[in-house]
């Protein structure tokens, strides 16, 4: 055990000024405290106000005339295809998308919303998937949702056409489904994206504790949301927390993003160094004084990252 004298962290000269500025604002979202486990009705209150507080912050990043959106179904799974407006049915590269939320979040519109802003991002044609989720649909049934909307897009198009990603808990659910496909027969994407994972649902990482109260996105411990989602299965299973997976099995070359005031950096940089010593070609992007989620698409350093996750994902397109 350390124990540290309390302390003011100030705002770093080691970025730019509009990081700067997102910084010093401080947290973006309050503590809230969780509802008790077998409290539904609040729960789903909590995450109505969540999703809420999420739109607040990504609305205005949406430019809505950029991309046609169709709501869709993927081997009975709920979702949608967005495409980018100048995409031509020639171009075969999909981005299988699954979206974060703390595993409970994100669901129906906000689900279409955030599936238009990785669009934007990768400017490829997207699909999202809405998969179901806590209080009235705990774990397995969100992972099986993943699994087999990957089949129907896989059947579609072919692996080698694919990229998959997720940001926060999407990244969780990637990394599971791939290891499941994997296991179950189903071939690997392309590549993969794992931004800002939550990859360990035990949450042991180091920076579980040292950035708590630092991240201005994440600002408080998410194990009574990882115990809804879980439903009384062992956190530390590979497909609950794939950073305990075996990934000597196949898995496909991933790229890896967090903050150095990221509650979850633990994860990406633990998940980095079990995928290099599986021999999984593996790229880690860490983004200087960034929180959850970077500095809200608002800062140069933001657009660096997403030149990176671009010139990966057409690396391993072109790489098939």
Known sequence: MTDLPARSIPVPTSVSEAAQQIIALGPLMEPRGYPPLDDAEAWRLMIKEGDDRTRSLIEGRVDASAVDVEAAEFN??????ITPKGW?????RIYFDIHGGALIQG???MCRLMGMLTALRLRAKTWTVDYRMPPDHPYPAPLDDCVAAYGAVVGGFGADNIVVGGVSAGGNLIAATLLRARDEGLPMPAGALLLTPEVDLTESGDS??????LDPLLTQCLMPANLLYANGHDLSDPYLS???GDFTK?????LITAGTRDLFLSNAVLMHRALRAAGVPAELHILEAAGHGGFLGMASEDRELDNEIR??????????
Request: proline share 11%; aromatic share 16%; charged share 20%.
């Open 107 to 109: 669901g129906g519109d």
């Open 76 to 81: 009975g799974v709920p979702g949608f295809v």
């Open 88 to 92: 031509t049915a020639e171009d075969q």
């Open 311 to 320: 010139r990966f994902s057409q690396d391993r397109w072109s790489a098939k």
């Open 208 to 213: 579980f504790r040292t950035n708590l109260g």
């Open 250 to 254: 196949g898995f496909p070359p991933t």
């Open 242 to 244: 794939p950073l305990f």
